[in-house]
């Protein structure tokens, strides 16, 4: 089977990019383009264009990806997540950090400069189980509640019923909880 690729473009003349960028900002600037070409014939003169071939970003059932941006302005303190993705265009709005939104299984045409992709298993929730979800970022609750309320940490009141969940791990966490009946029988003469 034939795995795509995507073509990778950097500009050798043009207006300089902003100092400790890595990917040029506009389409008239020098270096690394964000948008990615992909399979099929494409003309670039040598002399203004270097190109470059990488793999296609490839997602296989049973897992998915998770964005990690590494060009944009810096986090703000205390957050972790950047703002979602948009592959077709770049913003001045675009912050490092990890992506919210998760790859499902599939091919992307994504810049190999411009994120780096981590891909994890799904979570699973079996049959006759469900689903404890655990968020990992928001706010501190005030109380010690053992059930968070929305948009903070902890343990979340909602349960995921049994399939499959596409969860981004560095925000949530699934633990599968047993809900089948458990019988007990006590017999001879240790009952």
Do not use: C
């Not at 034939?2 to 960028?21: D, H, T």
């Not at 990615?36 to 990806?65: C, D």
């Not at 950090?97 to 929730?125: D, H, S, T």
Request: zero cysteines; glycine letters at 8%.
């Amino acid at each position: 089977m034939l795995f795509r690729s995507v073509l990778v473009l950097i500009k050798k003349f043009g207006s300089a990019s902003p100092p400790g960028s890595i990917i040029a900002t506009k389409p008239e600037e020098q270096g690394i383009q964000y948008k990615v070409l992909s399979e099929g014939w494409h003309w670039y003169n040598s002399i203004m264009w270097q190109r470059e071939i990488h793999p296609a970003v490839k997602i296989t059932p049973s897992t998915f990806g998770v964005l990690i941006r590494r060009y944009g302005k810096p986090l703000e303190e205390g957050r972790i997540l950047a703002n979602n993705a948009d592959f077709n265009q770049i913003s001045e709005d675009d912050t490092r950090g990890i992506i919210p939104e998760i790859l499902k299984p599939g091919k992307y045409n994504i810049n190999p400069y411009a994120y780096q992709v981590e891909r994890f298993p799904v979570f699973e929730v079996p049959a006759g189980h469900v689903g404890i979800v655990i968020n990992r970022i928001g706010q501190d609750q005030d109380n010690f509640a053992y059930l968070s309320q929305a948009n903070y940490k902890g343990i979340q009141p909602e349960v995921k019923e049994p399939g499959t969940w596409y969860l981004n791990p560095y925000m949530y966490d699934v633990v599968a909880y047993n809900i089948r009946k458990q019988k007990t029988d006590f017999e001879g003469s240790d009952s």
